[in-house]
């Protein structure tokens, strides 16, 4: 479960230097979110992983990335732009166990703090899908943000790593994003050669998707989409 959302800013970026060893270099704070703009803090803290930033859904592809991890980095980043989201995110984890935890935890937590800046709701399309060309390779994400978590993922991965991210662990991403945000979340690679490629469509097709469903519909604004009254 997570604490108490506090607002926290990410400071710094780990990366690998010529001689091998990790050096921290400063991270530039994001801009205030505009007035009125859907957003939630987060702060998880557990033995295995420290995770802490801001999601702003109403944001302009801003973001300030930090997980020890440099394609997982990469992959968030491209979600956000995708989106058009603002996010702060800055986890540590037991990497030297293993990446699960980090993994399964940012998703988790972006799942959660989805949910809690949409607040009750209402008048969001609730659903949306994105087909998303990547070279060689087709993406396909649907998400409906119904209340009911159920995660289905086909990558088609052939290889263990892709950079320095185990592969598998994408899956459990996804699994964490919908537990988090109690979703139905579906990404697919349709066909492709490249790995990077499946991963990359994906999280392109599900920030786009994601990006609808939480958008706003002018004509249901006070009108929970949902005929059972709740979600």
Same mark, same amino acid.
């Given at each position: 479960?997570?604490?108490?959302?506090?607002?926290?800013?990410?400071?710094?970026?780990?990366?690998?230097?010529?001689?091998?060893?990790?050096?921290?270099?400063?991270?530039?704070?994001?801009?205030?979110?505009?007035?009125?703009?859907?957003?939630?803090? =987060?702060?998880?803290?557990?033995?295995?992983?420290?995770?802490?930033?801001?999601?702003?859904?109403?944001?302009?592809?801003?973001?300030?990335?930090?997980?020890?991890?440099? =394609?997982? +980095?990469?992959?968030?980043?491209?979600?956000?732009?995708?989106? %058009?989201?603002?996010?702060?995110?800055?986890?540590?984890?037991?990497?030297?166990?293993?990446?699960?935890?980090?993994?399964?935890?940012?998703?988790?937590?972006?799942?959660?703090?989805?949910?809690?800046?949409?607040? +009750?709701?209402?008048?969001?399309?609730?659903? %949306?899908? !994105?087909?998303?060309?990547?070279?060689?390779?087709? %993406?396909?994400?649907?998400?409906?943000?119904?209340?009911?978590?159920?995660?289905?993922? +086909?990558?088609?991965?052939?290889?263990?790593?892709? %950079? +320095?991210?185990?592969?598998?662990?994408?899956?459990? !991403?996804?699994?964490? =994003?919908?537990?988090?945000?109690?979703?139905?979340?579906?990404?697919?690679?349709?066909?492709?050669?490249?790995?990077?490629?499946?991963?990359?469509?994906?999280?392109?097709? =599900?920030?786009?998707?994601?990006?609808?469903?939480?958008?706003?519909?002018?004509?249901?604004?006070?009108?929970?989409?949902?005929?059972?009254?709740?979600?």
């Amino acid at each position: 479960m997570s604490r108490p959302a506090t607002r926290t800013r990410a400071t710094s970026a780990t990366h690998l230097s010529a001689d091998g060893y990790r050096r921290s270099t400063p991270l530039a704070p994001l801009p205030k979110p505009p007035r009125g703009a859907r957003l939630a803090t =987060f702060d998880r803290q557990t033995t295995e992983t420290q995770i802490a930033g801001t999601l702003v859904v109403d944001g302009g592809g801003r973001y300030c990335v930090s997980t020890g991890i440099r =394609f997982l +980095d990469h992959m968030l980043e491209l979600f956000t732009r995708h989106g %058009g989201f603002d996010l702060e995110l800055r986890a540590t984890g037991d990497l030297d166990v293993d990446q699960h935890h980090t993994v399964e935890d940012i998703g988790i937590v972006l799942g959660q703090a989805t949910l809690a800046a949409l607040g +009750d709701r209402k008048g969001i399309n609730r659903a %949306g899908y !994105f087909l998303m060309p990547m070279d060689e390779t087709l %993406g396909l994400a649907a998400i409906d943000l119904s209340g009911r978590p159920h995660a289905a993922v +086909d990558l088609q991965l052939t290889v263990e790593r892709v %950079g +320095d991210l185990q592969a598998e662990l994408v899956h459990d !991403f996804f699994d964490g =994003f919908a537990a988090g945000a109690r979703a139905n979340v579906h990404v697919k690679v349709l066909y492709g050669r490249s790995n990077h490629h499946h991963i990359e469509a994906v999280f392109k097709a =599900f920030a786009r998707a994601l990006r609808v469903a939480c958008a706003k519909d002018a004509r249901l604004a006070k009108m929970l989409p949902s005929t059972k009254g709740l979600l």
